[in-house]
Nanobody, 113 residues
Framework: QVQVVESGGGLVQPGGSLRLSCAAS??????MGWYRQAPGKQRESVAG???????TYADSVKGRFTISRDNAKNTVYLQMNSLKPEDTAVYYC?????????WGQGTQVTVSS
């Protein structure tokens, strides 16, 4: 059974930084992605990374967020800098594109002063 565990969220002031981690018992050949869902909004893709390390980003986070992965540890990271209140959401990781039954509990990120 696949397990996906996100961590690293929290409360941060605007302009601050957080680093999210995703430990996933998913075969390391898959492309992986970070997603987020804000209250009252649909879940959206934030960033993706192939096994080889090629990355893609939503326009709203380009230049502020960096996705990376450690294939040996089956772990995916999301470094988030210059955070804005509109980044407030529950953040999830999954394959890219997402697999319906691989969603974890997510980690809450709140950007507020």
């Amino acid at each position: 059974q696949v397990q996906v565990v996100e961590s690293g969220g929290g409360l941060v002031q605007p302009g601050g930084s957080l680093r999210l981690s995703c430990a996933a018992s998913i075969e390391s050949g898959y492309a992986m992605g970070w997603y987020r869902q804000a209250p009252g909004k649909q879940r959206e893709s934030v960033a993706g990374i192939t096994r080889a390390g090629s990355t893609t980003y939503a326009d709203s986070v380009k230049g502020r967020f960096t996705i990376s992965r450690d294939n040996a540890k089956n772990t995916v990271y999301l470094q988030m800098n210059s955070l804005k209140p509109e980044d407030t959401a529950v953040y999830y990781c999954n394959t890219d594109p997402p697999t319906w039954n691989y969603w974890g509990q997510g980690t809450q990120v709140t950007v507020s002063s």
